[in-house]
C-alpha cells in the first residue's frame, strides 16, 4: 500500500514545514548550561502544543529532576503494531560563539541548508517523524501504526531523568520497536542504517597544586606546576602508537571476523572519505586499522577542553593553582563504561605527579549498542529509504554514543532502529551546525514510507527481538 | 643630617596616604586588555595632577603607541646627584575574578593590608617614593637629590614603548642611578635590597589540526587533537628531572662559586620558607639545588595558561581544532633570550607531532639583570632600611623578571637600586592581590632616607657604575 496521499501533502507543505523547523530551532535549548533551563520549558510547551495541533493524543510536558520530556501517542488502534519515536529538543553549547557565521539561534537558510544549533542534531531530525505523522493523520485521520512519540531534553547531558521515567511507565511505554534519526547517511543521496553505536564515558580530570595562583618569576623553578602536571599525565593517556595507555583498557574489545571487516570495508566510508568530512590532512591512531573502523568498533579517547592559567590576551606571569581537563571515552563493544572509569582512576593514580593532586570526576556513562541487520523492522526502514532517497540504503556503524539505545534495550526490551538523515559535514556539536533542506523532505517522506512498511510487513516477537538486539548475527563474539 | 621634619610629616599625614592609595588603586589599569586603554589614560592624568600637587616640575603625560607615560622632576639644583625613580602603574589583569573576595578595583582595609590589584605591584610600593617626596618638600622646600620620576603604563605587558622613550631622551633623563621598588622582601620586618633578576621571555604555542571542531564520537580515535598534542608538546619541555628538556637551554646558564652560594644559603629564604610562601606541600625541579637558587641562579619554563576545547558546564563531545598555551621562560645570567627563542623554536619544530601544525609566537624579551652589592647606592639603600624598619637588610636575588633594569643599563649606563616594600605572600599577579599597610609607611620613610643618604654619601662616578654593574664581584664567571 504506497502512502501516496500523505506523500502529496508533504509536497504541499514543505515551506509551513521549514517555517515550522525555524521556529523550533529558535529555541535556545542548551541542557548542558543551567541558564537555559526556561528556554527548554518553553520550547517543551511549545512542541507539546504542536504535537497536539497535529492530531495526536495524551500529550504531555513531564517534568523531571531536570528539563522536561514530551510525550504524545496517536489514538490506540488494535491489530497495529505500536513504534516508539525518540528524538531530544535539547542542543548542544554553541561555543565558540565567535566562529559562527549566522547567530547560532536564528536559523537561516542559505544554499538549500539551514544553519543553526540543533538545525540537524537532533531538531531537524527528530522534525521530520512529527511531519510524517501529520502527513498521515491529516490525509486519512489514522497511521499504519500506533506510535508513541517520546522527546526528551537532556540527551546532550547524558539523559539522567529518562532511565527512571522509563522505568516508571514501561507498561505504557510499551512498543514493537523504537525508531530514532540522529546520526549521519553515508554522504548526499547515500542513505544508511546505523546498527551499531559506540558507548560512551565522561571523565573530568582536575589537578591542584599550591594553593593559590603564584607568581611564575618568584616561584618558577620551584614549585610544580598543576597545568604542566595535567599536560604530563594527558600525555600519558597515549602511547606513541595513538593506543591508549590504560592497562587493560583493550582488554574486552571484540575482534571481528575477516567476513565483517570485509563487509564493513565494501560498506563504509573509506579513509579518504573520512579525512576529507574531518578537514584533516593525515589520519592518526590504531594504524592496523582502517579510519572507518578506528572510529567504530574500536574505543577512543579524546580530550574534549582544558580549562587552567591565564587565558586572555597578552601573557601573564603565573603558576596557575589548578588545571582541568574534560575527557570522554568512545567504547566499543565489549567494553563496559564502569569498568573503563575504574581502569581510569588506578591509572590516573599511578601517573599523577607526587608534587600535585588529581580529583577523577566521572559522569555519563553508556553502553555500547548493536543491532542486528537481519531484524525485521530494519528490512522496513531499508525499503523506506528506497523509497524516501530513491536509493537502498547501506548498513553503517557509528562512532557516537546515543544512551538511549542502549536503556531502551535493557528497560524496554525493544530494539532501536537508527535513520540518519544528517551528512557527514553538517558539523552536529561545531560551530555554523547545518541541516540540507532535501534531507529534512526525503527523511520525512522515508519516515511515512517506514511507518507505512511497519505497518504492513512482519514484525518480530517480543522475545525474537530481544534475542536479535544482543547479537549481533555477522560477529564472532 | 637625619629627615626628622620629612619623617614628622609622615606620621602626620598618614591616613590621607592611605585614602590617596586607595583612589590611585580604584583605576583598573590593566595594561594587556585593550579595553582598559581609556582607564590607563585617566590613571596617567591623576598621577600627574597629583605629581604637580606636590610640588614637581615639568610634569608630563608622554603618549606612546601604547599606553602613556607620566614624567614629573624637581627644580635642579647644581651640585646635587640626580636619582632616577622609576615605577608602574599598570597592573596584571585580575582574572580568575571569581576567587576575589573583594572586588579587585574596589580596594578594602583589612587587617592591616590594602587589598586590590595593583595594590602591592606596583601602585603601593611606587607611592611610597612619591610620598617620599613630598614629604621632604612640604617641609624644606627643597630635596637632597635631583629627582626624575618616571612611571609606565607597560611594565606588565613587557615596556614595549619604554626603550623608544629612553632612546630619545637620554640626556633629559641623565641620572647618577635609578631606583624602583617592586618586589619582595624577605618576609614582615625582614627589609631586602634585590641585586639580581632573572630575565624574561614570554611564548605562545598555537596547535591546530583539523580545519574545524569535530564531534569526537564521529572522529574520535581517526584525527589528532590538537589540545591532545599539545599536552604531549609541553609534556616534552621538561625531562622527568624537572629540567628543560630544549637541547642547549642550559649552554649559557653561568655556575656560582661555592663561597657565592654560601652567601645565598646564609641571606636568603630556606626550602621551607619558600614553600610555605607559595602554599605548597612539596619542591620541585632541580633536586642538586635549594628552591632559592631554583627560582633565582635558575632558568625556569612555565605553562602560565592553556586554552582549547570546551570550558563550560558539563561536557560536550568534541575534538577542539585549535589549542594555544602561554608559557614563559626566567632566563638566568648569562642566558640570552633571542637565543633561547630560537633553541625553543627548532625543539619545538622537531616535538610537533607529523598530523598537526605548531606556531611559536614570542614576545617580552628581557636579560637578566645583576647589580653589585658593593655599589655605595647600594650602601644608602642599606641604611634607608636600616632606619625604616629598623633592621638591616639582607641583599637578595629575585626570580622575577624586571626589563627595565637591563634597558637602564643597556640606553642610560646606570645601575637602578631594587629596594622591595612587598612581602613575599602579598599575592602580586594572583587573586587577592595585598599590600601590608607597615610596609607602605616603613616604605616611604625608607625613601626618605635614601633620597637623604643618597644626596650626602658618595656617589659613583658614571664609568664606574657602568663597570659595576655588569660584573657581579663576587660570582665567577
Known sequence: MSPSGALAYLDRHRARFLDELKEFVRFPT??????????LQRCASWLAAHLRGIGLHHVRVVNTKGHPLVYAESRPEPGKQTVLIYGHYDVQPPDPLHEWRSPPFEPVVSSGNLYGRGACDDKGQMFAHVKAIEAHLSEQRTLPVNVKCLFEGEEEIGSPNLAPFLRENRHALKAAVAVMSDMPMLGPGRPAITYSMRGGLSLELNVTGPDRDLHSGIFGGAVHNPLQA????IAKLHGPDGRVAIPGFYDRVRSWAPDERRYMAQTGPG??????????????GESQYSLYERTTVRPALTVNGITGGYQGPGGKGVIPARAVAKLSVRLAPDQDPHEIERLFRLYVDRITP???????????????????RQLPALRAAALAYQKGFGVPPVFLRSGGTIPVVNT???????????????????????????????????????SIWFLTATGTGPMPARGETE???????ECSA
Request: glycine share 6%.
Open 467 to 473: 534475542a536479535q538486539t544482543v547479537e549481533c548475527q
Open 230 to 233: 595535567l599536560c604530563e599525565m
Open 30 to 39: 542548551v541542557s548542558a548550561q543551567p541558564r537555559h533551563g526556561a528556554d
Open 354 to 372: 607526587p608534587a600535585v593532586r588529581c580529583k577523577v570526576r566521572a559522569a555519563q556513562a553508556a553502553k555500547p549498542a548493536l543491532v542486528s
Open 271 to 284: 579513509d579518504e572519505k573520512i579525512l576529507k568530512d574531518a578537514g584533516a590532512i593525515r589520519g592518526w
Open 408 to 446: 531502551f534495550q535493557e528497560l524496554l526490551g525493544i530494539p532501536t532502529v537508527l535513520m540518519g538523515f544528517a551528512l557527514p559535514d553538517d558539523r552536529m556539536h561545531a560551530p555554523n551546525e547545518k541541516f540540507h533542506l532535501s534531507n529534512f523532505y526525503n527523511g520525512i517522506a522515508t
